[in-house]
């Protein structure tokens, strides 16, 4: 399956900056991080009976802790596969950069991200 074969490529190239990622080597694990995400913050939501952003006790702040250790592993994972995407549409990985414009970049960034793979000097 190629949803899964995207999900390992990411992750084992988590910290990789160079070559190329595919299309769907970058929005599978989109996907699958999305929905991830959202039912690991559902079951701890049902366990701890609150928000995951609300810190009542010691073990809420060991949660919090561990929150923010995944997210800043992804978020590291989701730019590598961002600056391979771009490199897989013979551009720069500086491009990620065009989200710092407020709202045209962001869109100008997801127009790239779409745009389809072509012979480039990162393969």
């Not at 490529?9 to 160079?18: D, Q």
């Not at 039912?39 to 609300?54: E, F, K, L, M, R």
């Not at 250790?69 to 491009?95: E, F, K, L």
């Amino acid at each position: 399956m190629i949803m899964i074969e995207s999900y390992k490529k990411y992750w084992l190239n988590f910290i990789n900056f160079s070559g190329t990622s595919s299309r769907s080597d970058y929005w599978w694990p989109a996907f699958i991080n999305v929905i991830l995400g959202g039912i690991i913050i559902a079951i701890v939501q049902s366990i701890t009976g609150h928000p995951i952003v609300n810190i009542y006790n010691w073990r809420d702040e060991g949660i919090a802790v561990v929150n923010n250790v995944v997210v800043y592993i992804v978020w590291i994972a989701d730019w590598a596969v961002a600056v391979r995407r771009m490199h897989d549409t013979d551009r720069s990985g500086w491009w990620i950069l065009i989200q710092l414009i407020p709202i045209i970049g962001w869109i100008w960034f997801l127009i790239l991200l779409l745009l389809p793979s072509k012979q480039n000097r990162w393969s």
